[in-house]
Every structure is written in structure tokens, then in C-alpha cells.
């Protein structure tokens, strides 16, 4: 590389007449004789190097010999095209090169690298630094980086402060399972993995550190599904002296400027909010995608006398009869197709799917023989249907009804095809409950977390009515995808004991996990809250990608291994012992 | 806090006439009988709250109330002081309250909550969220976020993106010692935190990222002192189509900007720089602080012949005899300080200390009576000494004189207060050695890591001559603390496997460890190389503080467990049975 250095990245390389040096990976060699074309690549692009055999035969010579993924550095004249090629920013212009060096051979690589490489994912993640050469993973990372960047932008403009709060740090199971990490110096001791820094975050608001924000890697040893990763990086953020309007507003802020600064998208403000309740009333769902309706509707009203037992049977056990309309599908949804989704709403704890097909013009209708034929054009009426449409029908109590509806609603959607692509749905959701009954092991677990301050008015059921307490907690949910739970934080040392005592810990175990925090409280702490924002899924559903390992560099596949490194692995006897552990198990 | 919101950070009230609402802990209380003031501290200062018993007599009882550490929001009216505090920058004006809240009490804390707080650290950690209400910790976080801010802002408008790379990450065990994570899913295997990611950030080369910057959380299982901690950040970057004037460059670039936007200071470019050779022969350190002077050097020639055994063995064993010449300096350096200094030389493997202290008009020397008057005066003038001067004198291989004297020199140079306050010495080293002989274990150790390239002339003492192969490594040395290390890595797989077994590693272990990188540089690599700069001691430097606890948020003790949380701590046999580990042995 003596004596020459990179003036343009590729997709640079524009203006005619003058002269440029790129560096790149060779994307593609054309020889047509006595010409020859080099297509290189870096992260902003293409450009076409070109060698005439009759001008400078060494170079064609030299040029001849370079093979995909070779690694080049070329200097050369910008010159125009002859045929300008309308597929690359830059396809108006050439270098034509006039000292080449190969910096770097290649092997012919296990995959093609192009943006629409036909191969098993497994194979792109063993070589995935072959497969982050391909462009649109290239384009992913580059914009996770300014979503990132976009984000330190607007929290530092609102007075945030990033602060780093340790990733070894004491283990307090709740939740999920914490990584662990075997203490040299403290045999028989370990350090955990923050599953997030909640309570290093609210330790900074009693130092009066008053605004915090960090994009904080954080770790939860789940199994994994597509939208999971063992590890995970949240935009952490609490604030002191706010109420839930202040937190939701300044969320509100970021929304807007990181879709402005990144897609150039105007999201309106401020975002649609839905209570907790009526976002399960109408969609089955405390995440709902509200990118197209099909919403719920209560019909017992209708069937409450019908003679159906199935249907009565919920009504009088409490529950209710409930249903979607999916407009004009009764083509997609045929028989068939309704009896694949009865399965599929059995697998989630449904007794069944009634249905009213409305083909013909007399409708058909799995509980026709309980209905006569004015109550079914009744029901209809009600749900506001036309011919074409197909009414899909749950009765249970209310806690299987509307999830299985919810879940039904989405499958019914994309079978339809009635998700709009590129556009951006925000939702809050607001007045969560405290507590949620846990029926594994009898007894009422935080659904938010522990920490969070019920609504003031609701105090007091605590005792005689867990379910009526409402939380100071809210989700924001984009397209379907919950996005960032926050909450106002419980600030008083006596409330803090007695939300622990509800959840079932003993004195013991709270002095055990949380001893220093709640002792904190003694000192003076400031009213604050905040949230966390999963970046990575941001970047998922911004980009319009079906999995988080599109927006992570080197991502784990579903049993937390890392293909290319062949991580986790075995290790010495000898390490162990150091540790002061021993392995009891092996695969 | 309901129909109050805050106006204003306390620091920041200042406009005489208007109205604010401020909110924040209260450091001081002063009852004068009819007149109460409170001074209310945030993160950005402290503003007077003033209280008149006679105008407001329920608002001055309710502030009568108020105790330290209390949290409070007050709205009242700006209005000039009547006996201005020049201690504080908005000194010069009073909030006149006219509403109180108190937002949270607060017990008496165990320590006073200012500047200059005198107890032992221990119980500061223990209490790490009232420690860090103090100023100076406040400021120190506030300028480390501003640190890193900078870092950020010159990077990405240098064409760096920030890539996350994997916490948890294959054992590859090399210098430190790595801490471990069991895996659940994989029994018996382990992952591990990552010591600095730079199998990582080269691939991210390999896969034509091209400009890689990441402010890395870092890992290392060592034994702490003052200036370690278990984990650490690194801002971490890498650059392809590069040579080391390029890196280096980059870097200066960026030392300027965090020098300007943090401390408003003008770093001089280019920053000076030395070949290692040159900084051990004048400063006995690979680090050296040139603050000051005192540089080392070599009196072999004249006292080669002296007679004096230690002198004259040392010279002769192909070692030298060099000296430090401290300046006027015989009042502090009596001999009962030299006999300390002895100690501590013997301490650090010299045998022993030689010197001439010029006190009155005849020196006195330790080995006078081996070299006549006129010799010791050609060895003072030599030396350029005059009256007053202290001369300490080491003879033996250079691998001892030459640490001895530069450690020396750092001890007298702290005696004599040699050292500007205030004062930012940058040196680049360079040319550092590839290999350092590892006499523990008989073999070859890579000086800087096993990924640097040679360079290019030297690479035909690989097998005759290790010593003498040069690496295209520098370090970044400020103030004596080495602040950053980087180097060009190799990127030719055969030059790679050479290396490994240069550094006594077989084929297997190669392949074990780092079979997925040498593997990926047989796909086209692009040159490049890269460095990773200590964030946390650039800020301990730059604020002139002694810790990295005094820049680290949340910091561990010595023995690497943190005070407050009591961390790390037993788990239970349960949760160790799933992840197939047992204990072996406890504290």
C-alpha cells in the first residue's frame, strides 16, 4: 500500500474527470476480451474499475488475475460509462485504473455474496464474516449504529447523562434466569449478568444523578425464540421528579427523532394510548398490532339465549362469546382453512372455533341448528357484516376468549394479508395491572416488576383485592412488537416493604436481594421512573426484518451457541479449579 | 408533585425577577429565627431557598421542618441577595418560596454529604448512592459522559460506525485470565466474558465494516490495584486500507477533540513520540512520565575503569552503569532517604544503590574511595551536575538497570514534587519489540498480542533472532499511565500460523482457538489494524484524580467484590444443578 492512499469509499466515486483511489472486495469480474471490469465493493457501495488490454496489458494482465472476494486497491480516472448501469448509484461512472495492487487473495467463498445468497442460515452465521459483507446486512448494522446514535443525540440534548453501571453484578433472581459467573477471589461465590440495570438505575436517581441513560447490554438465560437473544441491549433511561406524562412524552420526543433522523419518517405526536383493559377488550392483546382492525366484538348479548350450550355454558360460568370478522375472506378462509385454525386455537387453550361463513346468500354456520335464521342475520347485523365475510366465534371465560382471539386475529391477518408493510403503528399501553395470579406457583407475581408504584387511588385494595391495583407502568408497542415497559418507581421505604410482603418474600429474602436498595429509600430518594427500550428490536421492526439476528453482528442461534466460534466450549480442569467448581453434568 | 413541574436545575437559577420551580436534596439548613434558608442541591449546583416566618409563617414552619438530605420542590420568585455567596455561581441571587413540597424524608446519612467528607472509602462504597451525591463524584461522571460523548462525536464523523460485539464469547485464554459462565443449555461448556473484542472487531475487518468503533465493556480475572478494575471500557475501534501513521494520526485527531470539548485545552499535534528502545535507554519505562526530567543516563564509559568491583563486574557482564542526577536536591535526598531509597531499589531487583550527594563543596560519595577527586568530578560534569545535586547510580545487566533507575526516578520525582499539576504529556511509543522472553514458562511471549504484523525488514529474524523482530505496535502513554495500545494486524494466513508457532502453540491449539480467524483470512482480508483506549483511565487522568473507583460509577474493592451490594454472593445449589456445576471449595 506504499504511496497510495484511499481518497473515495466506492459508492463515492462520481465526479467525471477527476482521479480517485478506492479500496474493496472484488464483487464481480467481467473479461470481455480486451476489456475487462472489476466491480469493487466496500460498505458504501460499487464501482466499476476498467482495463483496456491494449492500452496497458501488464495491468489487464495483473487484473485478469483477480477472483471474487480478492482484495484490491486502485487508483484511476473517473471516466463516464459507455452503458450506464441504473441499478447502482454510481452506474453513470468508471475508474479507469491505472495502478492496481492486490492487497489480499481470496478462496472461492462457501456462499455466494450477494444480496439474495441462496443458503441454509446456519452455514451464512459459520461464515458470518463472509455473510456481513453482503449489502443488506451491511445496511442493517449501519443503521442499528444511527439508530443508536440518534438516540445518545436526543437523550444527551434532554439533559441525560450516560452512565456505565456494572455487568457483574449480584445475582437476584426474578424473572428470568440469571448467567452466572464463578468468583476466583470469592470461591463458592458468584456475579450475575444484569438481566437489566434496574436497580443500579435507581440507585443513580437517589445519588441525584436526575437523568440517566445508558445502552446497556443486558442477559437473560431463556430459551430462545426469534425476536430472543441471550444477550440484548436496551436504551435505559430514568428520570427524577416525573410523573408517567413525563416519561411518556419525553419517549414520545425520541420516537419522532430517531424515525426522522433514520428513515426520514414523520411519526405524528402525540402516540395513540389504550388502557391495558381495553387494549385486551378489543384486541386480545396487551401488545396489539393496530395496522389493520378486525377487531374484537362481544356478541353474548346475541347468543346469550340461543339454546347453544357451548355458548350459554361460557356466558353463565362468566365469560363471554366473542368473535372477529374477517372482511371479504370467506375465498381464503374455507372450510379447510377454518379447521386448521380450530386446531391452531385448541393448541392455545380454546375448547373450539364456531364460525358464520356467508358464502351464499344464506350463510353457513357451525351452531346454525341453535340459531334460527333471524338470530344469525342478527348476529351479523350486529358485527356490522356483509356476503363474503366469515365471523370466527371463541366462548370461554374471558381469559381464554380474548388472548385466543388476539392470537387469532394476528394468524387470520397475515393469512389475508392485511398487513400494510412500511408503515409504523405506535401504541401505548397504559393502566396496567399490578399483579398478575400466577397458577404455577399459587400466588401473585408483579407483572411489571416489583418496584413499581401503584396509582395512588388503589392502594387501598392491596390486600383485599390484588387485582384491582392498577401500576404507575406502560408499554410501548410498535406493529405488534412490545418496544419498552417502564413504570414509576416505588420511592418510600415502608410502601417498597409492603409491595415485597403482597409478592410473597419473606423479611428475609427481601434483606437478602434488595436489602441495599430498600435501605437506600431511608436516605432520601427523589420521585422517578423510567423505561427501557430494546434497540435491537427497534432496529428489527424499523428495518422491516423478521429476526433479530438480521440487526446483530454476531448473533446465537436457538440453543445460545455461536456457530462461527464453536461458543460455548469446553475448558480446563485446570480453569475450574481455580474457580473452585467443578462440572457435575455434560452433554 | 401534582400541578408543579420543574423549571429549572438549581445550578441554573439566576434570573432576578422571574419565577422557578426547582427540585432537589436539601444540603444545609439555616434558621436565623425569622429567617430560614435552605440550600437546595442538584446535579448541577445548589440554590438558596429562602423562607420569612413573618410574611409566611405555615410555609416557614413546614421549611422548619426540613432536614439534610431531605427531597423537595419549591416554586418561588427569583430575587437578589442580600449577602452574596462568592462560593457559588448563582451566589448572587435567592429563591423567595411561596410553595414547598417535601417529596421524601431522609434519615441522618452515615457520612456528611460534601466535598471534602472525611471517612475512610470503605464506608463511601458501602453507601456508593450517597457517596455520589458529593460534588466531585457528580462532576467526575458528568465529565466521564462528556468524555465519551466526544469519543462518539469524532469517530462517527470519521466514517466509524459502532458495533456491538458479543459479551459472551469463546474462551480463548491469553494474558489474563478470563471469567467464566457456565452454560444451561450446554452442560459442562462455558462462555466467557470478552477480555477486549478483538477476534471480534477484526473480523467486523474481515467483513468489510471498515471503520469499527465501540466503547467495549472489557474483563480481566486479575488481581486488582488502584488503576484496575474487573471490568473496564475500552474505546475500541479498527480501521482497513491502513498503515500505522494512519492510525496514529487518527488517534491524535481524536486526543485534540476530547481535549477541546471536555476541558477546553489545545493538545499540541503531532504528539511526540519515542522508539521503545529510546524510552527504556532515557526513561527506564515503556510509559515514561515526561512531565519531568531526570532522564537516565549512561556513566559506563568513565567509571569503566575505577576499580569498583560492582561497577566494573556490571560494565564487564555486558551490563552498564547509568544514573539519575536529581537537581538541587540534597536537602530532602539525606542519607536516610537514600538508605530508604536503597530499599526500595533492592526491593525491585537492583543490588544495591550507588550515589554522590554534592552537599558542600566536596561531594560525598558511597564509592569514594574507589575513584579519586578528579574522577568524580569528571563524572559530575559529565553529568552536568552542580552543588546541591543528588547522583543515584545503578550497575548491573540493563534489564535491571534500566527499570530500576525509570522506577527510581517516578519515586524521587513524587519526593522532590517534581510534578506539574495540571499539565497533559502525550508520547506515542513505537517500534515496539514483537517477542518478550517469558522466563517463567522458557519461552517467547507476543510483547503486545499474536495478531500483530511485523514489520516487513524483520520478518528474516523470525526464526534466528526473535529479539530483534519489530512489531508494527505503539502505545499511547499520558502523564506515565498507559493510556492505549494498538498495532497493524496480519492478515496473511501463512504469516498468522507462523506467528502462533513462533509463540510455541501446535497446530492443534492453533486450531482450537483461533481456528475461525486464521480460517476467515484465507476469504480475502483487508489490511488493517486498530487500537483500544482506556476510557477509564483517560478520565482518571484528565480529571487528576489517583482511582478509577473515582470514575466508575458503581466500582469494585481490591479484592473484586463490591461493597454495596455485597457482591458476589452464594447461589443456590438448585440453580447450579441447572446450569450441571458444583461447588468445590468456599472461603
Known amino acids: 500500500m506504499k504511496g497510495l492512499k484511499r481518497t473515495h469509499f466506492c459508492g463515492e466515486v462520481s465526479q467525471i474527470g477527476t482521479e480517485a483511489v478506492v479500496c474493496g472486495f472484488v464483487q464481480k469480474v467481467r473479461n470481455l476480451g480486451t476489456l475487462l471490469f472489476i466491480d469493487l465493493r466496500d460498505r458504501t457501495g460499487v464501482v466499476q474499475l476498467a482495463f483496456n488490454e491494449t492500452q496497458q496489458p501488464e495491468l489487464f494482465a495483473k487484473a485478469e488475475t483477480c477472483r471474487g472476494e480478492y482484495v484490491l486497491m486502485a487508483h484511476g480516472t473517473v471516466k463516464e460509462r459507455e452503458s450506464i ?67 445518545r443525540e436526543y437523550f444527551y440534548a434532554n439533559d441525560f447523562i450516560e452512565i456505565e453501571t456494572p455487568m457483574m453484578m449480584k445475582s437476584t433472581p426474578e424473572g428470568a434466569r440469571d448467567y452466572l459467573i464463578p468468583s476466583r477471589v470469592h470461591p463458592g461465590k458468584f456475579y450475575a449478568l444484569p438481566q437489566s440495570p434496574q436497580i443500579y438505575k435507581q440507585l443513580l436517581m437517589v445519588a441525584g444523578m436526575d437523568r440517566y441513560i445508558q445502552l446497556a447490554r443486558c442477559f437473560r438465560d431463556e430459551d430462545l425464540r426469534a425476536d430472543r437473544q441471550p444477550e440484548f441491549t436496551q436504551i435505559d433511561l430514568e428520570m427524577s421528579f416525573v410523573d408517567v406524562e413525563d416519561i411518556l412524552q419525553m419517549a414520545e420526543g425520541f420516537v419522532h427523532h430517531v424515525f426522522q433522523q433514520v428513515l ?27 395496522r389493520y382492525g378486525m377487531e374484537i366484538q362481544d356478541i353474548s348479548e346475541y347468543v346469550k339465549d340461543c339454546g347453544f350450550g357451548v355458548f350459554t355454558g361460557a356466558i353463565e360460568a362468566g365469560g363471554s362469546v366473542r368473535a372477529i370478522v374477517a372482511k371479504q375472506a370467506a375465498g381464503t378462509l374455507t372450510r379447510k382453512e377454518i379447521d386448521k385454525l380450530t386446531e391452531m386455537v385448541k393448541g392455545i387453550g380454546a375448547k373450539g372455533l364456531a364460525f358464520i361463513r356467508w358464502v351464499e346468500e344464506k350463510p353457513s354456520c357451525s351452531f346454525g341448528k341453535f340459531v334460527g335464521e333471524d338470530k344469525l342475520h342478527e348476529i351479523l347485523q350486529a358485527l356490522d357484516c356483509q356476503q363474503g365475510d366469515v365471523v370466527l366465534i371463541v366462548a370461554d371465560k374471558n381469559k381464554v376468549t380474548l388472548p385466543v382471539l388476539g392470537a387469532l386475529r394476528q394468524t387470520v391477518a397475515r393469512k389475508l394479508d392485511l398487513i400494510p408493510e412500511g408503515q ?12 398478575e395470579w400466577d397458577e404455577d406457583n399459587n400466588c401473585w407475581m408483579a407483572m411489571h416488576h416489583p418496584f413499581t408504584m401503584p396509582e395512588d387511588d388503589c392502594l387501598q385494595y392491596l390486600d383485599s383485592a390484588p387485582e384491582k391495583v392498577i401500576a404507575k407502568a406502560f408499554d410501548l408497542v ?14 418510600n421505604y415502608e410502601l417498597q416493604q409492603k409491595m415485597f410482603q403482597a409478592l410473597g418474600l419473606t423479611d428475609e429474602e427481601i434483606e437478602a436481594k434488595f436489602g441495599f436498595l430498600v435501605e437506600a429509600y431511608r436516605f432520601g430518594a427523589p420521585p422517578h421512573g423510567g423505561m427501557g427500550i430494546g434497540l435491537d428490536r427497534l432496529a428489527m421492526v424499523m428495518l422491516g ?22 461458543c460455548p466450549s469446553a475448558v480446563d480442569k485446570e480453569n475450574l479449579d481455580i474457580l473452585g467448581i467443578a462440572v457435575t453434568e455434560t452433554e
Open 478 to 491: 410498535l406493529n405488534g412488537t412490545e418496544l419498552s415497559s417502564g413504570s414509576i418507581r416505588i420511592t
Open 85 to 151: 448501469n441504473h441499478d447502482m448509484k454510481n452506474g453513470n461512472v468508471e475508474l479507469v485504473v491505472d495502478d492496481l495492487r492486490i492487497l489480499n487473495k481470496a478462496q472461492t467463498p462457501p456462499f455466494e455474496i450477494t444480496s439474495d445468497t441462496k443458503v441454509n442460515e446456519e452455514l451464512r452465521l459459520k461464515y458470518r464474516y463472509l455473510d456481513l459483507r453482503r449489502a443488506p446486512l451491511q445496511r442493517n448494522l449501519v443503521m442499528r449504529h444511527q439508530i443508536a446514535k440518534a438516540a
Open 264 to 290: 426520514g419518517r414523520e411519526i405524528p405526536l402525540p402516540l395513540p394510548r389504550l388502557s391495558y383493559a381495553e387494549a385486551m377488550n378489543r384486541f386480545g392483546s396487551d401488545k396489539p398490532d393496530t
Open 545 to 566: 426484518v423478521d429476526s433479530l439476528r438480521d440487526v446483530t453482528a454476531f448473533p446465537k442461534v436457538q440453543n445460545a451457541s455461536e456457530l462461527m466460534s464453536a
Open 424 to 435: 409504523f403503528n405506535f401504541l401505548w399501553i397504559t393502566q396496567m395491572p399490578f399483579f
